[in-house]
């Protein structure tokens, strides 16, 4: 597996969206409000790369894994974190989130921060397998309910 970082220039834009939607789609139906993932289309993940950090997993010409990493003032802001579905439970997305930490690192930032549905009990445990812990809970506008969770990675 390799982990190459993409910019704006990279020519699969299409692909990166449709690994998004195929890793996200079982989040239909189960979190309220539906994902981001739905507004999501190739222009708007070019202008992310051109935004963002962003890397993705290949195996050979295979696409594994993405994830979009945004800088913030102590941290590193991790989304779009998506594992293809025949690639999932491989170690892509610890290996796409080791890239995350060597970049915030190199940056200086002090933690990776993620946000995760609330409903999604599965990500949790996963996250906090993997140094995360749970910092906040938030609400989506419209909604009095908490409707995510709010993780943060020290980094050492």
């Known amino acids: 597996m390799n982990i190459v ?4 220039s ?10 998004i939607r195929s890793s996200f789609a ?4 189960v979190i309220d409000p539906p994902s981001s993932a739905h507004h999501l289309t190739s222009a708007r993940l070019m202008q992310k790369a051109k ?19 945004r800088p ?3 941290s590193l802001y991790v989304g779009k974190l998506a594992v293809s579905l025949t690639a999932q439970g491989k170690g892509v997305g610890r290996a796409l989130l080791t890239k995350a930490e060597d970049t915030a690192s190199r940056l200086g ?3 990776l921060r993620l946000e995760t549905r609330i409903e ?3 990500n949790h445990q996963r996250f906090s ?3 995360f812990a749970k910092t906040a809970e938030n609400s989506h506008p419209g909604y009095d309910s908490i409707t995510s969770i709010e993780m943060t990675k020290r980094l050492d």
């Open 120 to 122: 999604l009990t599965g």
């Open 129 to 131: 397998a993997w140094g």
């Open 26 to 29: 079982y989040m239909d139906g």
């Open 5 to 8: 970082r993409i910019d704006q």
């Open 10 to 19: 990279f020519g699969r834009f299409d692909e990166v969206l449709t690994l």
């Open 51 to 69: 935004d963002e950090i962003a890397f993705i997993a290949l195996e050979d010409a295979s696409m594994l894994g993405c994830i979009f990493c």
């Open 109 to 111: 930032l002090m933690a």
């Open 72 to 74: 913030e003032a102590t």
